[in-house]
């Protein structure tokens, strides 16, 4: 089991950089693919980025070319970097850790908050 805190949210202009850190409990870390998810207001909560344990990654189309999803297993860490940001990416930011039987994300953070003003 693994309990993924997250932080580095905030407030920045448009065009601006974020980088987002997630840190998970337990020895385990590495055996998870991890994802990064966002929920916006009056919005349900959306797919942004996923690492796997191999290191391969995925992304949403919004986000492509602009963010980075990367893990440091060494540190228990996994990080998004937001480039190039717009209003549009304003929205709770979410990491999880998936559980390899059962292909779910499961473990959820508690959510961190970026506003980018326009």
């Known amino acids: 089991q693994v309990q993924p805190v997250e932080s580095g949210g905030g407030l920045v202009q448009a065009g601006g950089s974020l980088r987002l850190s997630c840190v998970g409990s337990?020895?385990?870390?590495?055996?998870?693919?991890m994802g990064w998810f966002r929920q916006g207001p009056g919005k349900e909560r959306d797919f942004v980025a996923e690492i796997r344990r191999s290191g391969a990654t995925r992304y949403a189309d919004s986000v492509k070319g602009r963010f980075t999803i990367s893990r440091d297993n060494a540190k228990n860490a996994v990080y998004l970097q937001m480039n190039s940001l717009k209003p549009e990416d304003t929205a709770v930011y979410y990491c999880?850790?998936?559980?390899?039987?059962?292909?779910?994300?499961?473990?959820w953070g508690q959510g961190t908050q970026v506003t980018v003003s326009s």
């Open positions: 999880a850790a998936q559980v390899l039987a059962t292909s779910r994300y499961e473990y």
């Open positions: 337990g020895r385990t870390f590495g055996s998870y693919a």
